[in-house]
């Protein structure tokens, strides 16, 4: 197949982090203009990744022609139709998140966002990709979800894409790497791991994945086969750490080392069940995101914010549902799932921003608020991540008293909306379709107003029991706090609680408290966090001792007993729900 964009991405030296890339344009535009993105399709940030860019040459034939920068992420290049442009640059790659690119002699990685320019006009054309081998590196091999077109055993050579949308959609993995295949709803697919230690239990990660994809093909389609054609899970190991990102048939993923299943243990840490959680969600948004997508990601503008206020949707759902599937996979024992969801909805409550936004307000403030989080942040808004998943839960539990479920909506709009862009409006008439009554009073309480959702309602009426447990002191005296090197660093004082009260503020170095009074007064040096309950006993006040710009001040903390985390336990078979 002929390209309107090729690239050639090696790198002369990877202990340099530079990848080198050459570009050719085959029929460019007088005064051909190319862009780099700045910002990756599902993380919802301006990154600048041409700030990593650098050395950017353009030739045709022999003639060198000029360059000029347009902006921090445009060039406009003195171009003649009628004869093929060849640019060439490098670009820095030392950033060991999903979202951009590292090199280093051990191990290669990027997104197409990062390294690949976009040609202005050529954006809906073909596009190919060659990647070369660094010649210091022989044992590396490649792996990507794009659709190899000429490469060798190891995966060197060349790829393809339908487009500049579909090339930076799909990250490579460069490296000394293992991986496994397996079969799900009849497609191929293909588990990369990079950088585990020897007690990894390879095989049932590759089983437990395998029981994932297929609890999720099973939910979208029965017994039909999924949108994509093959699929790619690239997991790179790492001492501590952890996130993915979504591709439409891949997606990049970071676990930490001890998270993953040991070889003669057949124990699932909560690590392990985090780390399969993370695969659950990734996985399902190939249909929720990546096809099933807000109407405002038609077609992303890469040069700037795209607003939605459907995230809570879009990530929410996708959280609900994430660990609903480890149950339905067997994977998450219900008691389990109970405790995780209790979790959820007791980290919600203890968010004061959930007065203060609601979820759709939240999914449009998404690229200043949660994705620049703060000291101010539990403050001034609520996770789409966590609140849309109990707005789910709401849904779901709603729907199975009136005959339906959440799974046949999601299957309503797949097929009401043709797998692709979405409006709230669809949302309502598949819940409509689905029941024979309007939910608009319930999906603009719940995702448009501050107002609590009716999760205790919901739960008891499908048999869960709710229990109540003393929250830790930290929470009830109304902040958020770490171990530092010599005192409680103070993160976040939260909206209306002690700690503001007292005068307490973000960044405070907590030194101190004092407990009893006259006589029986003791005073005590803080150093931990979780000592704070030892020194306190049972009272309700307390003096603390902070540092604040190298003075110290005594504060007085009077807190409520009152603050509480959520239990749940189921009393049966929860009515076919778990
Ligand atoms: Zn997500």
Same mark, same amino acid.
């Given at each position: &197949?002929?390209?309107?964009?090729?690239?050639?991405?090696?790198?002369?030296?990877?202990?340099?982090?530079?990848?080198?890339?050459?570009?050719?344009?085959?029929?460019?535009?007088?005064?051909?203009?190319?862009?780099?993105?700045?910002?990756?399709?599902?993380?919802?940030?301006?990154?600048?990744?041409?700030?990593?860019?650098?050395?950017?040459?353009?030739?045709?034939?022999?003639?060198?022609?000029?360059?000029?920068?347009?902006?921090?992420?445009?060039?406009?290049?003195?171009?003649?139709?009628?004869?093929?442009?060849?640019?060439?640059?490098?670009?820095?790659?030392?950033?060991?998140?999903?979202?951009?690119?590292?090199?280093?002699?051990?191990?290669?990685?990027?997104?197409?966002?990062?390294?690949?320019?976009?040609?202005?006009?050529?954006?809906?054309?073909?596009?190919?990709?060659?990647?070369?081998?660094?010649?210091?590196?022989?044992?590396?091999?490649?792996?990507?979800?794009? +659709?190899?077109?000429?490469?060798?055993?190891?995966?060197?050579? #060349?790829?393809?894409?339908?487009?500049?949308?579909?090339?930076?959609?799909?990250?490579?993995?460069?490296?000394?790497?293992?991986?496994?295949?397996?079969?799900?709803?009849?497609?191929?697919?293909?588990?990369?791991?990079?950088?585990? @230690?020897?007690?990894?239990?390879?095989?049932?990660?590759?089983?437990?994945?395998?029981?994932?994809?297929?609890?999720?093909? $099973?939910?979208?389609?029965?017994?039909?086969?999924?949108?994509?054609?093959?699929?790619?899970?690239?997991?790179?190991?790492?001492?501590?750490?952890?996130?993915?990102?979504?591709?439409?048939?891949? +997606?990049?993923?970071?676990?930490? #080392?001890?998270?993953?299943?040991?070889?003669?243990?057949?124990?699932?840490?909560?690590?392990?069940?985090?780390?399969?959680?993370?695969?659950?969600?990734?996985?399902?948004?190939?249909?929720?995101?990546?096809?099933?997508?807000?109407?405002?990601?038609?077609?992303?503008?890469?040069? +700037?914010?795209?607003?939605?206020?459907?995230?809570?949707?879009?990530?929410?759902?996708?959280?609900?549902?994430?660990?609903?599937?480890?149950?339905?996979?067997?994977?998450?024992?219900?008691? @389990?799932?109970?405790?995780?969801?209790?979790? +959820?909805?007791?980290?919600?409550?203890?968010?004061?921003?959930?007065?203060?936004?609601?979820?759709?307000?939240?999914?449009?403030?998404?690229?200043?608020?949660?994705?620049?989080?703060?000291? /101010?942040?539990?403050? @001034?808004?609520?996770?789409?991540?966590?609140?849309?998943?109990?707005?789910?839960?709401?849904?779901?539990?709603?729907?199975?008293?009136?005959?339906?479920?959440?799974?046949?909506?999601?299957?309503?709009?797949?097929? #009401?909306?043709?797998?692709?862009? &979405? $409006?709230?409006?669809?949302?309502?008439?598949?819940?409509?379709?689905?029941?024979?009554?309007?939910?608009?009073?319930?999906?603009?309480?719940?995702?448009?107003?501050?107002?609590?959702?009716?999760?205790?309602?919901?739960?008891?009426?499908?048999?869960? &029991?709710?229990?109540?447990?003393?929250?830790?002191?930290?929470?009830?005296?109304?902040?958020?706090?770490?171990?530092?090197?010599?005192?409680? &660093?103070?993160?976040?004082?939260?909206?209306?609680?002690?700690?503001?009260?007292?005068?307490?503020?973000?960044?405070?170095?907590?030194?101190?408290?004092?407990?009893?009074?006259?006589?029986?007064?003791?005073?005590? #040096?803080?150093?931990?966090?979780?000592?704070?309950?030892?020194?306190?006993?049972?009272?309700?006040?307390? $003096?603390?001792?902070?540092?604040?710009?190298?003075?110290?001040?005594?504060? /007085?903390?009077?807190?409520?007993?009152?603050?509480?985390?959520?239990?749940?336990?189921?009393?049966?078979?929860?009515?076919?729900?778990?």
């Amino acid at each position: &197949m002929n390209a309107a964009v090729e690239y050639w991405v090696g790198s002369v030296d990877p202990r340099t982090h530079l990848f080198d890339v050459t570009m050719t344009v085959a029929q460019p535009e007088a005064q051909q203009q190319v862009s780099l993105p700045v910002w990756i399709p599902g993380s919802y940030m301006v990154r600048e990744f041409a700030r990593h860019l650098q050395h950017l040459s353009a030739r045709q034939g022999k003639r060198a022609l000029s360059i000029q920068a347009l902006n921090k992420n445009t060039w406009v290049i003195d171009a003649k139709p009628g004869q093929a442009l060849v640019l060439r640059y490098q670009v820095y790659a030392f950033d060991p998140s999903v979202r951009a690119a590292y090199l280093d002699a051990k191990r290669g990685f990027f997104n197409g966002t990062s390294v690949c320019l976009l040609a202005d006009g050529q954006r809906d054309r073909p596009h190919a990709i060659t990647v070369q081998r660094p010649k210091a590196c022989p044992d590396w091999q490649v792996a990507t979800g794009l +659709t190899a077109q000429r490469v060798n055993a190891r995966g060197w050579g #060349r790829y393809l894409a339908a487009d500049y949308d579909e090339l930076i959609d799909a990250p490579f993995e460069w490296g000394p790497f293992w991986s496994g295949d397996f079969v799900a709803g009849g497609v191929p697919h293909r588990l990369v791991v990079t950088g585990a @230690a020897a007690s990894f239990d390879a095989q049932r990660l590759l089983d437990d994945t395998q029981r994932i994809c297929t609890a999720a093909i $099973r939910m979208w389609h029965g017994h039909g086969k999924p949108p994509h054609r093959r699929y790619v899970f690239l997991l790179h190991v790492v001492e501590d750490g952890y996130g993915g990102l979504e591709h439409r048939n891949s +997606t990049a993923l970071i676990c930490g #080392r001890r998270d993953l299943p040991r070889l003669g243990s057949k124990a699932s840490s909560e690590g392990y069940i985090t780390l399969l959680g993370l695969i659950s969600h990734e996985y399902f948004h190939t249909w929720n995101v990546k096809r099933l997508r807000p109407a405002e990601f038609a077609r992303h503008d890469l040069n +700037t914010e795209n607003h939605t206020e459907l995230l809570w949707f879009f990530e929410g759902f996708t959280s609900y549902f994430d660990d609903l599937l480890l149950v339905r996979a067997g994977l998450l024992e219900p008691q @389990a799932y109970l405790d995780r969801l209790a979790k +959820t909805i007791t980290a919600v409550e203890q968010t004061p921003g959930r007065k203060v936004q609601s979820v759709a307000q939240a999914s449009f403030d998404a690229w200043t608020k949660y994705y620049r989080q703060d000291e /101010n942040t539990p403050n @001034a808004t609520v996770s789409y991540y966590a609140k849309g998943a109990l707005l789910a839960l709401c849904l779901d539990l709603a729907l199975r008293a009136e005959g339906s479920d959440l799974a046949a909506v999601m299957r309503g709009l797949w097929k #009401r909306c043709a797998a692709g862009p &979405m $409006r709230e409006s669809d949302l309502l008439a598949e819940l409509e379709a689905q029941t024979g009554r309007s939910w608009a009073t319930e999906i603009a309480t719940w995702a448009h107003s501050t107002a609590d959702l009716p999760l205790a309602r919901l739960l008891r009426a499908q048999g869960v &029991m709710i229990d109540t447990e003393k929250a830790p002191l930290a929470q009830r005296l109304g902040l958020r706090a770490s171990d530092g090197a010599s005192g409680v &660093m103070v993160k976040s004082v939260l909206r209306g609680g002690a700690a503001e009260q007292a005068g307490m503020a973000a960044g405070d170095e907590w030194l101190a408290v004092e407990v009893g009074q006259g006589k029986r007064a003791q005073t005590w #040096r803080l150093k931990k966090l979780d000592d704070l309950p030892l020194f306190l006993g049972t009272a309700q006040r307390c $003096r603390a001792l902070v540092n604040r710009d190298q003075r110290l001040y005594w504060m /007085n903390l009077k807190w409520p007993q009152l603050a509480s985390n959520w239990s749940l336990s189921a009393e049966d078979d929860l009515k076919g729900w778990l």
